[in-house]
């Protein structure tokens, strides 16, 4: 159909200009995600930090069980913030929508 009505030409300008716009936003969408993953891991290790130093200061002794344990605990927490709180609010989103929609 395209050929036969000569939109050769136009069409494929309209794909490649829908292609740019695509390449665009995945490139965006990357940047946010590594940008969101860097911060991640640098807020687990800063948070778990934070907590074994204010952990010596109120005079507690520090051992390796403590330490390593504490590690593996906000680890698990990262783990399920990083994961389920995103998954959680976009899941808000779409139902808000869809509640929208409805009314």
Same mark, same amino acid.
């Given at each position: 159909?395209?050929?036969?009505? =000569?939109?050769?030409?136009p069409f494929s300008k309209i794909v490649s200009f829908t292609r740019k716009v695509?390449?665009?936003?995945i490139k965006k969408s990357s940047y946010f995600r590594g940008l969101y993953l860097s911060v991640m891991v640098f807020t687990e290790r800063t948070t778990? !930090? !934070?907590?074994l130093i204010s952990f010596v200061l109120m005079n507690n002794p520090m051992s390796a069980e403590i330490s390593f344990a504490s590690a593996t605990? !906000?680890?698990?927490?990262?783990?399920?913030?990083?994961?389920?709180?995103?998954? =959680?609010?976009?899941?808000?989103?779409? =139902?808000?929508?869809?509640?929208?929609?409805?009314?």
């Open positions: 159909v395209i050929k036969t009505y =000569a939109w050769e030409k695509e390449i665009k936003e778990l !930090f !934070f907590a605990y !906000f680890n698990l927490l990262q783990m399920t913030v990083a994961i389920c709180l995103p998954q =959680a609010l976009i899941l808000c989103g779409e =139902a808000l929508i869809s509640i929208k929609r409805l009314e």
